[in-house]
């Protein structure tokens, strides 16, 4: 049973080319004030249902880009649209609180029955942003403030004279001399230390002033993964010690390490359990913390709820960030020492949002009722088992699929990617890139096997149409 | 008539002290998920209304504070409550858009009507964001691409191979070499871009890597002002000096002058419009761009809907940012150039967001319905008169009385100011601090003659208390 049986449509309809004639004036009238250059489809978020997104020409597609990645249970979800008319959501949009300086009594309540039901495995504790890229960059600073304490000597050691008034003037040792360390092809988000340490794209990077922080090589893993077994394993090994290396000798020494489990932005690239087994190991013997990035991973896509879960982690990551399909954003961490030594270090107006914390718990609560982390598992596979068949049928179109048993995460390379997308919407599906050549699947956790079977059908008359 | 008359209390009650014996208990099990140390007031927003904040303790306290600057119209507003319940906005809570790729049918229209009927003279443009921090941020990002275009040769000029390679480095001159120059005292947010541009307190910048941007003096005004004329003037003119050798003279040259109409954060620190018209002719000589940040002073609390209209320039600043009292955030501008000459370079997932736009929609339409800008220029006006004669009856107690003409936004140096701050509560007031010695006022726009003589009674008998 689909969460949206009789309810959204049973196939995309395709009236007009995307955009369509209303589409496109819509988008210059809208231009005048908003810049449409990466306008990939004007929205009719009324006429959307479920899996299906609907545009002002009529064609509804479906979605499996899902506002890249961020749509977690369907479109007008009943369910959702309930929890969202409730007083206590609206009370919290009309009252938003300054969360650190003046809670509101139900914010303890909103944590525990929300976002720390699911906290990942060993941490619990929350502190609350409101997108990935702040998420992460809150994280960093929770590295940074805990690496200087430890280097300070402990927890309640206090800052000098010197450290005072230096930091004023954005110079050591005020103003640490660290950084951290990410990968190659990581995407971490936009701000300024987030784009530092992100490595995917030239176009998000260029012209911004960034820190000289380290990147180390992520491993490329080469695919079929069983018939390059030792050539992956080295592959990892060596992206090992390029970390331990970099955490060893580089100029400002990283407080900690940030991965994502699979690379999303920057291609679609999977690593091993054991690699990120390894890099635990790794930050633990090196004092460093780690962070793992889950804020396009998370929330059941994998067919866990956290994508870190595969790795089977003995200690649990430091800190882990999340935000899209939670539709709101932080970082969960275990370690009280992460809770900086004095108030107002790790502080800001609203420090997160009670709204979207009300939105995530709802999620939480229609994932759970429906199953759907386990659903997205199952569907996942079927749909990886399609893939398969098509890239046997069509050499050279569905090149290096991965994904294998990670939900609906799932990606293959195609030599006229650019084209490849584009061409899916006259096909009757929205579907995103990522990287150089990756056509990415994000489905939401509603999607089903029926839903497979027509993405599947559109994926072979897009290769069909490039014959 | 107030928009609270007979729904708000006529009087503050204080049954307890602050926080009373519930409010310990609630805020001890808060601790043991979310770091409560910089908690003030644990709230009972249910049981706020208007301009009164009331705690689970029955205490009702006037609040000049207001969610550090950022409650608009008073809590509870019922006009507010009847806007959140439509069907749009529970529409737009559950169908979140990446606005960059698939904006919404309506969102030209939700900006038309809302964000940009308010938007600064000279500015028809908006980049939305999610809080002032990012907002100051994507306005850097802003200016560094447009100053970068300009060294290139101009708005069309393509990128180098060396600076797409350098770019993913970290290093120039892909990662440009310039700076955002902002003032002593400043606050512009704290995430990595925007706290190198912050230089208001240590305990932000504690061991935070920064970037190595130049500061300006900010003219220390002395008050009273008719009394030290010539000696403000030379302060402001030394101060425009300073700007203007750090932007011919700084290793990282600035793209872009942030400051705030009134340091806020900072110590409610002002400067006349004389100065702030000198800085745009600055700006202008040398093709730097002028960012105003105005996520405190915006939104009608100086008596103006931005506080830059105080200083009647002749042609508007180039960036103009906001949040708080929004309830969303962004920046306006004009300059289509200021638009980076390629898709994707100003970009993130949500980019902003519908829901907090139409609310921002219903909290432009009660302020104009109910002349709240004009009126706060008048309470301001009333309060500020009060307070003169507090000055005169208390002397040493209300120093450097500052915001004559500045609506509400009105600050003064106290000797003992923790103490002030936190006593207020005891006699019925929710009142904040900023920089190292002032009380800084914050009311909402909803504050009346009625209660500026409830706050003057009480900032009587608290300073009679340190008699």
Do not use: C
């Given at each position: 049973?689909?969460?949206?049986?009789?309810?959204?449509?049973?196939?995309p309809?395709v009236?007009?080319?995307v955009?369509?004639?209303?589409?496109?004036?819509?988008?210059?009238?809208?231009?005048?004030?908003?810049?449409?250059?990466?306008?990939?489809?004007?929205?009719?978020?009324?006429?959307?249902?479920?899996?299906y997104i609907a545009?002002?020409?009529?064609n509804v597609l479906l979605d499996?880009?899902?506002?890249?990645?961020?749509?977690?249970?369907?479109?007008?979800?009943?369910?959702?649209?309930?929890?969202?008319?409730?007083?206590?959501?609206?009370?919290?949009?009309?009252?938003?609180?300054?969360?650190?300086?003046?809670?509101?009594?139900?914010?303890?309540?909103?944590?525990?029955?929300?976002?720390?039901?699911?906290?990942?495995?060993?941490?619990?504790?929350?502190?609350?942003?409101?997108?990935?890229?702040?998420?992460?960059?809150?994280?960093?600073?929770?590295?940074?403030?805990?690496?200087?304490?430890?280097?300070?000597?402990?927890?309640?050691?206090?800052?000098?004279?010197?450290?005072?008034?230096?930091?004023?003037?954005?110079?050591?040792?005020?103003?640490?001399?660290?950084?951290?360390?990410?990968?190659?092809?990581?995407?971490?988000?936009?701000?300024?230390?987030?784009?530092?340490?992100?490595?995917?794209?030239?176009?998000?990077?260029?012209?911004?002033?960034?820190?000289?922080?380290?990147?180390?090589?992520?491993?490329?893993?080469?695919?079929?993964?069983?018939?390059?077994?030792?050539?992956?394993?080295?592959?990892?090994?060596?992206?090992?010690?390029?970390?331990?290396?970099?955490?060893?000798?580089?100029?400002?020494?990283?407080?900690?390490?940030?991965?994502?489990?699979?690379?999303?932005?920057?291609?679609?690239?999977?690593?091993?359990?054991?690699?990120?087994?390894?890099?635990?190991?790794?930050?633990?013997?090196?004092?460093?913390?780690?962070?793992?990035?889950?804020?396009?991973?998370?929330?059941?896509?994998?067919?866990?709820?956290?994508?870190?879960?595969?790795?089977?982690?003995?200690?649990?990551?430091?800190?882990?960030?999340?935000?899209?399909?939670?539709?709101?954003?932080?970082?969960?961490?275990?370690?009280?020492?992460?809770?900086?030594?004095?108030?107002?270090?790790?502080?800001?107006?609203?420090?997160?949002?009670?709204?979207?914390?009300?939105?995530?718990?709802?999620?939480?609560?229609?994932?759970?009722?429906?199953?759907?982390?386990?659903?997205?598992?199952?569907?996942?596979?079927?749909?990886?088992?399609?893939?398969?068949?098509?890239?046997?049928?069509?050499?050279?179109?569905?090149?290096?699929?991965?994904?294998?048993?990670?939900?609906?995460?799932?990606?293959?390379?195609?030599?006229?990617?650019?084209?490849?997308?584009?061409?899916?919407k006259?096909?009757g599906v929205n579907?995103?890139?990522?990287?150089?050549?990756?056509?990415?699947?994000?489905?939401?956790?509603?999607?089903?096997?029926?839903?497979?079977?027509?993405?599947?059908?559109?994926?072979?008359?897009?290769?069909?149409?490039?014959?």
């Open positions: 049973m689909g969460l949206f049986d009789g309810v959204e449509p049973s196939a309809t009236k007009t080319e955009p369509g004639p209303k589409s496109k004036e819509q988008i210059a009238d809208l231009d005048k004030v908003f810049d449409t250059r990466a306008v990939n489809m004007l929205t009719d978020y009324k006429a959307s249902i479920g899996n545009d002002p020409d009529g499996v880009y899902a506002q890249i990645a961020s749509i977690p249970v369907g479109y007008n979800n009943p369910y959702l649209k309930e929890a969202m008319k409730s007083d206590e959501v609206v009370d919290s949009l009309i009252n938003r609180p300054a969360l650190g300086n003046f809670p509101s009594t139900n914010w303890a309540s909103i944590l525990r029955s929300g976002l720390l039901k699911v906290a990942p495995k060993g941490l619990n504790q929350v502190f609350t942003a409101l997108a990935g890229s702040d998420a992460n960059e809150l994280a960093y600073k929770a590295a940074f403030i805990w690496k200087r304490q430890q280097q300070r000597g402990g927890y309640n050691v206090d800052f000098t004279e010197e450290e005072l008034l230096s930091s004023m003037n954005n110079q050591s040792p005020g103003a640490s001399e660290l950084s951290i360390l990410s990968f190659k092809t990581a995407f971490h988000g936009r701000l300024f230390g987030s784009l530092s340490t992100t490595r995917s794209k030239p176009i998000h990077k260029l012209d911004i002033p960034a820190f000289d922080w380290p990147q180390a090589t992520f491993p490329l893993l080469k695919y079929p993964l069983e018939e390059h077994v030792e050539e992956n394993r080295k592959a990892e090994q060596d992206a090992l010690a390029e970390v331990e290396h970099l955490i060893k000798t580089w100029h400002l020494p990283p407080a900690a390490v940030i991965v994502e489990p699979i690379q999303s932005e920057g291609g679609d690239n999977h690593a091993s359990p054991e690699f990120f087994r390894g890099l635990r190991e790794l930050t633990k013997k090196h004092d460093v913390l780690l962070i793992v990035d889950e804020v396009q991973t998370g929330v059941g896509a994998t067919g866990k709820f956290w994508a870190h879960e595969h790795w089977n982690l003995t200690t649990p990551p430091d800190l882990v960030t999340f935000s899209k399909k939670a539709q709101t954003a932080g970082y969960y961490f275990g370690n009280t020492e992460l809770r900086p030594n004095k108030a107002y270090r790790q502080f800001n107006t609203w420090m997160g949002d009670p709204t979207r914390a009300l939105l995530f718990r709802a999620i939480i609560e229609e994932i759970e009722k429906n199953d759907l982390v386990s659903k997205t598992a199952r569907v996942g596979d079927y749909l990886y088992g399609k893939l398969e068949a098509l890239a046997t049928k069509y050499p050279g179109q569905f090149l290096n699929l991965r994904g294998k048993g990670q939900g609906t995460f799932i990606a293959f390379d195609n030599p006229k990617r650019d084209e490849f997308v584009k061409k899916a006259s096909f579907i995103g890139g990522s990287g150089a050549s990756a056509v990415r699947l994000r489905p939401m956790l509603t999607f089903e096997e029926k839903h497979a079977d027509i993405l599947i059908d559109a994926l072979e008359r897009i290769v069909k149409s490039f014959a």
